[in-house]
């Protein structure tokens, strides 16, 4: 059986520590699908992982990457056969079960999705759990009966993983599209994926008012905290907005005006455990919702040994778009 390389995160006696070993299939915890792991991706959780920032791995020892895209090798599910072309998206995935960065994987065949024809893997990986979270973000608000003719929809964090595709996405579907960043720099860039304004993160981070000037519809969020609480205040009658991320902290120094003033909805979105029927309903309207050249436009590609470093600059906010990480371990 031959081996293969993988990142390798371990604690021992407090001390965090990541590295690279070489594993056999033998070393794959339990499953019902073995995978060849061609691509995966950097999210902001791989970074946390990645760098030990934050508890996200659950278990050890553990390999981190929460996405991938690959080939099947072997299978004990009626749902999949040898080379089938797969999908995965969190589930757990690089926090309590072996995930994406590593030459090969064994997962559970309820958290795979076939990859949909008009993909690549390396575009599915452009993708990832933060496009997969933009899609559900989306989804969310037009399950509550948002439309683009309600107004104008924001996105913070635009120059991200979950602000570029949620921005070209939105923009397709005919939304005039705010874009909140804290890089001005990447205006034009933003702009190339359909946003109508840009407008700088500093408008959304300060003291926040109950209710201030309406100015959207709708959101998708991946800030949180003083920002999330001034995207609500002003949000328009009857509006909603998507909340996703905590990059700007957990907290919400909110008040309830905006839910029993303004009728204002609060959407909560998570991709770890979205329901399989879900998934398979967000990677349909990926593959038709989604402009796969500004999918292109985009993204960087990196190679297996550029992980950590690449983790510690998704932290620092130095990371526009999307990476995919090309898997020749």
């Not at 060849?36 to 902001?44: A, D, E």
């Amino acid at each position: 059986m031959g081996g293969f390389r993988a990142y390798v995160i371990d604690k021992q006696d407090g001390a965090y520590s990541v590295g690279v070993k070489t594993l056999t299939e033998a070393d794959l915890m339990d499953g019902d699908v073995t995978v060849r792991v061609t691509y995966s991706t950097v999210n902001y959780k791989d970074g946390l992982a990645l760098t030990g920032k934050a508890p996200v791995v659950r278990k050890f020892p553990m390999i981190p990457g929460i996405d991938l895209s690959g080939e099947v090798t072997a299978s004990q599910s009626a749902d999949f056969r040898p080379g089938d072309r797969v999908v995965l998206t969190g589930c757990g995935a690089g926090e309590v079960h072996y995930g994406a960065y590593a030459g090969m994987a064994r997962l559970k065949s309820e958290w795979l999705v076939p990859l949909p024809a008009t993909l690549s893997p390396a575009q599915a990986m452009a993708i990832g759990t933060a496009g997969f979270t933009a899609m559900q973000c989306i989804i969310a608000l037009e399950r509550h009966g948002a439309k683009p003719e309600d107004g104008p929809a924001v996105v913070t964090g635009a120059a991200g993983g979950v602000g570029s595709v949620a921005v070209a996405v939105l923009a397709r579907l005919g939304w005039q599209v705010i874009a909140s960043t804290g890089r001005p720099a990447e205006a034009d860039y933003l702009k190339g994926l359909g946003a109508a304004e840009v407008i700088d993160r500093s408008e959304l981070s300060g003291p926040v008012k109950p209710l201030a000037r309406e100015r959207w519809a709708a959101g998708v969020d991946t800030v949180g905290s003083t920002t999330l609480a001034n995207v609500l205040s002003m949000t328009k009658h009857s509006g909603a907005v998507a909340a996703c991320g905590l990059a700007g902290g957990m907290d919400l120094p909110t008040s309830v005006a905006p839910f029993i003033l303004r009728n204002v909805a609060l959407l909560g979105v998570d991709s770890v455990s979205c329901p399989r029927s879900l998934r398979l309903e967000i990677w349909r309207r990926l593959a038709r919702d989604l402009d796969l050249a500004k999918l292109d436009a985009m993204t960087s590609m990196i190679g297996f040994d550029d992980l950590p470093a690449t983790g510690a600059a998704i932290l620092e906010g130095k990371v526009k778009g999307r990476i995919v990480v090309e898997i020749d371990a």
